[in-house]
């Protein structure tokens, strides 16, 4: 067995309250011939992480049948020993992570790396055992950091394919002399910027709607249309505290005006032509009307909620497509494209400790945490 410390979550009791992350020795099997021994340079924290230690939607630990786990499923690695049939890596490479450890026959993610996939693990560890076919080396002499490479597994493998199909969509029902510069609105996250930074190089017409200083004023440097969220509060919607609190209801209504107000501003009247939405519930409402006709409504997350009510007579007279996509197959060909066309935001903030970890956990559970890619720090270089 290999022994290493690792942030470790442990399963619940079955009562639905959170998790903490403890800190403790870790043992795994040693590599197999198909597998490499890494030690984890940098993670990003990523959704799922918060969502498995909230234990929302379910408990990963007792959906894997394991007492514990390893999260963290985004980060840069360094090959420390390779098993006897792998050719793809060697020792001392930097790859990033390929965050899938089950495909479908047409290569799209079933199961993730250090989420939902049975006996894996992820970078809260200060060493770790993978599938070859998880790491992918990273360009020789690349132009972009490691903390840049750190966010790209999941936010911007996911961005890419995500942004491809919701593309590819959109011109199945009007083609580029119809509509040459399509609106394209999200809701702040990294994944959303990922995506409206490759819609912005295609021509499109791009704004992210936030509610952070920093979040806003990092779109405006990239170009984007900043939206700040602000403007509209109560935009959260409650079918039930609609249905029964009058209050909640004029200041909901309120705020959905003035959010359709300011895009038919922006659009000139014609709607968001795709809506980048990984929020879900409490503004599904808000994106389905903002949405132009043959417009689509693009998701790969459920922040909010999982779970939707859709009019679908309305959907099918305005031609509404609705694209939903789980992480990439896609890896190798967005990695080659961001290394070549600058596909990245700069990391501007220091990297988090590794003794910090459970203190980045808390903040990012509370929306306290202003990056986009929140790195930290797991082994020295």
Aim: a neutral charge.
């Amino acid at each position: 067995m290999i022994d290493t410390e690792a942030w470790v979550l442990r399963a619940g009791s079955g009562i639905p309250e959170p998790g903490v992350l403890t800190r403790e020795i870790f043992s795994f099997k040693p590599i197999t011939e198909q597998e490499v021994l890494a030690e984890p340079i940098y993670g990003c924290w990523e959704g799922n992480m918060a969502h498995a230690i909230s234990r929302w939607p379910l408990d990963i630990c007792r959906q894997r049948g394991e007492p514990r786990v390893v999260l963290g499923n985004a980060g840069v690695v360094r090959i420390l020993r390779v098993g006897a049939a792998v050719d793809n890596v060697k020792e001392g490479d930097l790859c990033v992570l390929v965050s899938v450890d089950l495909w479908d026959a047409f290569g799209y993610p079933v199961k993730i790396l250090a989420y939902d996939a049975p006996g894996t693990m992820g970078v809260l560890a200060k060493q770790m055992k993978l599938h070859a076919s998880q790491v992918y080396p990273l360009p020789r002499n690349s132009k972009r950091s490691l903390q840049q490479w750190a966010s790209f597994p999941i936010r911007y493998a996911t961005a890419w394919d995500n942004w491809k199909v919701a593309y590819g969509a959109l011109r199945l029902q009007v083609d580029e002399t119809e509509a040459k510069s399509p609106h394209v609105w999200a809701w702040g996250g990294g994944v959303s910027l990922a995506q409206l930074m490759l819609a912005k190089s295609q021509g499109c017409r791009v704004a992210m709607v936030a509610s952070d200083d920093r979040r806003l004023a990092l779109c405006r440097s990239l170009g984007l249309t900043a939206i700040d969220r602000r403007q509209f509060p109560d935009l959260m919607f409650d079918e039930k505290k609609f249905k029964e609190d009058l209050d909640y209801r004029k200041r909901y209504v309120r705020s959905e005006g003035i959010f359709l107000d300011l895009v038919k501003e922006h659009t000139g009247g014609a709607g968001v032509s795709i809506f980048i939405d990984n929020i879900g519930g409490p503004v599904f409402r808000a994106t389905q009307k903002s949405l132009a006709r043959q417009g689509v409504i693009t998701t790969c997350g459920w922040k909010e909620g999982s779970e939707l009510q859709v009019n679908r007579a309305n959907e099918c007279i305005n031609r509404h497509i609705h694209v939903y996509t789980h992480g990439s197959r896609n890896t190798h060909e967005a990695l080659l494209y961001a290394e070549e066309h600058d596909w990245m935001v700069p990391c501007t903030d220091a990297p988090w400790s590794w003794d910090d970890i459970p203190e980045l956990a808390q903040q990012y559970a509370e929306g306290k945490i202003s990056s986009y890619f929140p790195i930290f720090k797991v082994n020295d270089l």
